[in-house]
T-cell receptor
Framework: EAQVTQNPRYLITVTGKKLTVTCSQN?????MSWYRQDPGLGLRQIYY???????DKGDVPEGYKVSRKEKRNFPLILESPSPNQTSLYFC??????????????FGPGTRLLVL | AQRVTQPEKLLSVFKGAPVELKCNYS??????LFWYVQYSRQRLQLLLR??SRESIKGFTADLNKGETSFHLKKPFAQEEDSAMYYC?????????????FGRGTQLTVWP
């Protein structure tokens, strides 16, 4: 089954304790992206990747890191989490970067609480 | 700058009533527009895209370049349509493939 998976789905941590949220897709998609979803602010892009070893900042990259060593995986790293990073995080992927009508497939979300 | 504007955070209608969720965008070129839906506690999923001119679950949306709008419409709302709806924009031909989302409209359909 074609899908985007994220782990963990729920995470409670404390300020400053490094964490990683994994994202994996089995559709051989080139493009992957991380978003955070906050009430009243909608979806904001954190980082995206057009292919292996190619990543770039989205609209709200501060406090986050990513890596794309393999095509299928795109982990999100919070080196020193802070309470303002409490949010719902979505990973997404799409087949290509310029195909007309190309859409993104979303993971189930990771709910993060930073105390 | 906000590229996609959804002016209504919340929208409530009664079952069977028509519903229109507004979306305006700012882009002078040829955009690609999408509507995504997120049901309670579920992931976002594509509802429809303007390029396909399709009707999904009774919803339609027409791209109006003159008004730079892509409003989502359904003539008779159902309770199961209650969800968060996001309008999204992509620059056509963009090599980046980025989607820009509006802030979303929470639709509630009352019985």
């Amino acid at each position: 089954e074609a899908q985007v998976t994220q782990n963990p789905r729920y995470l409670i941590t404390v300020t400053g304790k490094k964490l990683t949220v994994t994202c994996s897709q089995n559709m051989n998609h080139e493009y992957m992206s991380w978003y955070r979803q906050d009430p009243g602010l909608g979806l904001r892009q954190i980082y995206y990747s057009m292919n292996v070893e190619v990543t770039d900042k989205g609209d709200v990259p501060e406090g986050y890191k990513v890596s794309r060593k393999e095509k299928r995986n795109f982990p999100l790293i919070l080196e020193s989490p802070s309470p303002n990073q409490t949010s719902l995080y979505f990973c997404a992927s799409s087949r290509g970067t310029s195909g007309i009508g190309e859409t993104q497939y979303f993971g189930p979300g990771t709910r993060l609480l930073v105390l | 700058a906000q590229r996609v504007t959804q002016p209504e955070k919340l929208l409530s209608v009664f079952k069977g009533a028509p519903v229109e969720l507004k979306c305006n965008y700012s882009y002078s070129g040829s955009p690609e527009l999408f509507w995504y839906v997120q049901y309670s506690r579920q992931r976002l999923q594509l509802l429809l895209r303007h390029i396909s001119r399709e009707s999904i679950k009774g919803f339609t949306a027409d791209l109006n370049k003159g008004e730079t709008s892509f409003h989502l419409k359904k003539p008779f709302a159902q309770e199961e349509d209650s969800a968060m709806y996001y309008c999204a924009l992509r620059y056509r031909g963009s090599t980046l493939g980025r989607l820009y989302f509006g802030r979303g409209t929470q639709l509630t359909v009352w019985p």
